[in-house]
């Protein structure tokens, strides 16, 4: 029974994609585009919150990409790309698998739904400190994870994992949608040149993004996306 991938253009679903491109499976990718920005109504019919990424394996539909991610590297990869109990970078590669979204992805939706209703040019008043507190919190867990990557060339240690598999689209393709700028965060950057490297990555991106370019996702600056012009 051929995996299914379904994946929605220019969102953190690639993170699925790019795990069967570095495992190497032999995989059905199916393509659905924003409406204009979410998902068209047809994703619906595999999930009723219409969330992607979405995976059928046989009998198996699952939605959640951290889930997604862990249950074709356990089943498909014969465990590729986790790092196990009893490895000594265990406690950092379950750390930063789950900073991904617990922390780092969760706060720049809160940002983005704050200037949406704030509005980002109010500097005064309860939204404007909102936006400032929200703005200092998204500057330490950039601090976190430069110093991290200035530790270890990936952030579980010396291997690469499913954790950078996870966190990357935080620093790439999200921008797209919530602009921020990596200048003065070098590590970060260097990290995001390894990443922009690695074949699996550059075939992932080819074929679920092929209007992202990656030397603009990976670089300093952000380049908002819409959906009538690509990055490219």
């Known amino acids: 029974m051929t995996l299914i991938v379904h994946h929605l253009g220019v969102s953190q679903s690639e993170r699925v994609v790019w795990l069967c491109e570095e495992l190497g499976l032999d995989y059905e990718l199916k393509k659905y585009s924003r409406s204009p920005y979410l998902a068209p109504p047809e994703f619906k019919t595999l999930h009723p ?26 089943t498909h990869g014969e465990g590729r790309f986790i790092i196990a109990p009893g490895h000594k970078d265990y406690a950092d590669y379950l750390y930063w698998f789950h900073f991904a979204n617990a922390t780092f992805q969760s706060a720049l ?3 983005l739904a704050v200037k949406a ?15 400032r507190r929200f703005s200092e919190k998204f500057a330490a867990m950039l601090k976190l994870l430069d110093d991290r990557l200035a530790a270890a060339p990936w952030l579980a240690g010396e291997e690469f994992s499913a ?4 966190l990357v689209c935080c620093l790439t393709t999200m921008r797209c949608f919530n602009p921020y700028d990596l200048g003065g965060y070098e590590n970060i950057l260097s990290y995001l040149a390894r990443v922009s490297a690695r074949d699996g990555y550059r075939r992932a991106m080819r074929k ?15 380049h908002p996306w819409s959906p009538n012009r690509s990055t490219s």
């Open 109 to 111: 939706i809160r940002d």
């Open 163 to 166: 954790a950078d598999i996870m």
């Open 49 to 74: 919150l219409g969330a992607a990424p979405v995976i059928e394996d046989g009998h198996v539909r699952l939605a959640e990409s951290g889930a997604c991610v862990e249950y074709i590297a356990q």
């Open 208 to 222: 679920g993004d092929p209007e992202l370019d990656i030397s603009l996702l990976t670089g300093a600056a952000s």
């Open 117 to 131: 209703i704030g509005g980002a040019s109010n500097s005064t008043g309860n939204n404007g400190n909102m936006i």
